[in-house]
């Protein structure tokens, strides 16, 4: 499987950053599979954004439940996030992954486990 993110890559502060994920060589309704979004901003470690589960549940760190949300479109195999009221704080490089039940708690935790698309840099700025 292989995943891409796509998105801009400037947002201005308080606007909503979008981001898609497309999956190739793959199904986004294969069960088993957890499709996440993770970020790093600059100089830190990676944190676990949320994700969408094979029957279209999401579920998201609760540091940043009441700004985001995830969704798909099966028929595209893609899923988005949207995170809304950026700060400069949202600058980070964001990745989506497809995880495995085996690994979701490594990566909910700030690790690697499973299929991750090359990230793309997302800045906040005026």
């Known amino acids: 499987v292989q995943l891409q993110e796509s998105g801009p890559g400037l947002v201005k502060p308080s606007q909503t950053l979008s981001l898609t994920c497309t999956v190739s060589g793959g199904s986004i309704t294969t069960s088993y599979y957890y499709w996440s979004w993770i970020r790093q901003p600059p100089g830190k470690g990676l944190e676990w954004i949320g994700y969408i589960n094979s029957g279209g549940s999401t579920y998201y760190n609760p540091s940043l439940k009441s700004r985001s949300s995830i969704s798909r479109d099966t028929s595209k195999k893609q899923f988005t996030l949207q995170l809304s009221s950026v700060t400069p704080e949202d600058t980070a490089v964001y990745y989506c992954?497809?995880?495995?039940?085996?690994?979701?708690?490594?990566?909910?935790?700030?690790?690697?486990?499973?299929?991750w698309g090359q990230g793309t840099q997302v800045t906040v700025s005026s």
């Open positions: 992954a497809r995880v495995p039940t085996e690994g979701l708690s490594t990566v909910v935790a700030g690790g690697r486990f499973g299929s």
